[in-house]
């Protein structure tokens, strides 16, 4: 069963050593995974596709460390944002949808802002020119 937990190691670390060292299993020894570590080590990365597959998954974001927490964080220990609740989440579904909405909004009065400044721009134009003029 994997754990949702991040990983406390570096993702950025993680790539460094994978980009540099990952044909030599470099960043599975950085997160713990020693055996595996000594495995790529061995094989040359796999033949360098198991590096290439590892290298894929610490950009994304999917790489695990030994304790199956997935590497995420681009500092080593940085916190991750807290798991929402039902409640909270949907509070928080409807505060985005009310800021969508009031975006909207703001939108409508920006438009009928600009109207009426062109409406007015015109009506002052026309009392500029004396009558008879053209």
Known sequence: MAS???SDRSRGIALALATVLGPFGAHRFYVGKIGTGLCQLATIGGLGIWWLYDWILVVAG????????????????E????????ETAEKLEMLIDEMYSLREEMGDLGER?????????????????????V
């Open 62 to 77: 999917s790489f695990r460390d030994a304790d199956d927490r997935r590497v995420v964080n681009w500092a080593e220990g």
């Open 79 to 86: 916190a991750t944002p807290p798991r929402l609740d039902g």
């Open 113 to 133: 802002v600009d109207f009426m400044e062109r409406m007015l721009a015109s009506v002052r134009q026309r009392e500029a020119i004396p009558p008879g003029s």
């Open 4 to 6: 949702t937990d991040a």
